[in-house]
């Protein structure tokens, strides 16, 4: 007699029916939010990277921690586009700072009000004071309630600095999503003959020509293994 199959310890929220989204919460009350941006990220880099690159680390980090992953957040302040000097008008939306206080303080209250234990928030663009606005959402809701706590932070904040750092469209950002979503970067796309640069090519950091999925393979597990401690020190 064969035994049934095991439950599933994780599921993307948004394609799940309510059993589904019960059966998981039950055991794994943990939701996950990734925070992007619709942004231009150079010639080679698909606009959404950020939001793309938050919600497959989170559905990685799921696939181990348990929970559910909700879908992006496409709503960012101080994007490039913002940057004088630069001339990436283009491709960027760029939402005042107060709308986005409001929909990260709205978010949070909502994940709560479904009883969530924990609100696992990646911010996967980390401009200022975007980030600190995030954070400091983050830090305010854990003072006026203690029903769930939220977690907000960036992928950067805790990879090891020799492994990754704080990058724009460069070997970090660009390897990451080569792990997860390839389709959507294009390394062709990047002068062969000179290092890119942000002036030129909306590239801030380490050289993306140098990305692989296999790099993004070994930033994700590096990321989900810090994660994975900061979800169960949370649900303690």
């Given at each position: 007699?064969?035994?049934?199959?095991?439950?599933?310890?994780?599921?993307?929220?948004?394609?799940?029916?309510?059993?589904?989204?019960?059966?998981?919460?039950?055991?794994?009350p943990?939701?996950?939010?990734?925070?992007?941006?619709l942004?231009?990220?150079?010639?080679?880099?698909?606009?959404?990277?950020?939001?793309?690159?938050?919600?497959?680390?989170?559905?990685?980090?799921?696939?181990?921690?348990?929970?559910?992953?909700?879908?992006?957040?496409?709503?960012?302040?101080?994007?490039?586009?913002?940057l004088?000097?630069?001339?990436?008008?283009?491709?960027?939306?760029d939402?005042?700072?107060?709308?986005?206080?409001?929909?990260?303080?709205?978010?949070?209250?909502q994940?709560?009000?479904?009883?969530?234990?924990?609100?696992?928030?990646?911010?996967g663009?980390?401009?200022?004071?975007?980030?600190?606005?995030?954070?400091?959402?983050?830090?305010?809701?854990?003072?006026?309630?203690?029903?769930?706590?939220?977690?907000?932070?960036?992928?950067?904040?805790?990879?090891?600095?020799?492994?990754?750092?704080?990058?724009?469209?460069?070997?970090g950002?660009?390897?990451?999503l080569?792990?997860?979503?390839p389709?959507?970067?294009?390394?062709?796309?990047?002068?062969?003959?000179?290092?890119?640069?942000?002036?030129?090519?909306?590239?801030?950091?380490?050289?993306?020509?140098?990305?692989?999925?296999?790099?993004?393979?070994?930033?994700t597990?590096?990321?989900?293994?810090?994660?994975s401690v900061?979800?169960?020190?949370?649900?303690k």
């Amino acid at each position: 007699m064969s035994s049934s199959p095991a439950a599933p310890t994780w599921g993307l929220y948004e394609h799940l029916m309510p059993a589904e989204i019960e059966a998981i919460f039950q055991k794994h009350p943990v939701a996950y939010l990734p925070w992007g941006a619709l942004e231009y990220h150079g010639k080679h880099a698909a606009v959404g990277l950020d939001g793309l690159k938050a919600h497959g680390l989170c559905a990685a980090l799921a696939k181990v921690a348990g929970g559910l992953v909700l879908p992006p957040v496409y709503v960012a302040a101080n994007t490039i586009k913002g940057l004088k000097g630069l001339g990436f008008a283009r491709h960027s939306l760029d939402f005042s700072e107060s709308t986005l206080r409001t929909l990260v303080r709205e978010h949070l209250d909502q994940l709560a009000d479904e009883k969530f234990r924990v609100v696992f928030v990646l911010a996967g663009h980390v401009g200022q004071p975007h980030y600190d606005i995030i954070k400091d959402e983050a830090k305010q809701f854990n003072e006026r309630q203690s029903g769930t706590r939220a977690i907000a932070t960036s992928e950067t904040d805790l990879i090891d600095k020799d492994i990754v750092i704080v990058n724009h469209a460069a070997l970090g950002e660009v390897s990451f999503l080569m792990h997860s979503h390839p389709a959507s970067i294009d390394l062709s796309r990047l002068p062969a003959d000179r290092i890119p640069t942000l002036e030129q090519d909306a590239v801030w950091g380490p050289d993306p020509r140098e990305a692989s999925a296999e790099k993004g393979r070994v930033y994700t597990e590096a990321f989900v293994k810090a994660a994975s401690v900061l979800i169960a020190q949370a649900l303690k």
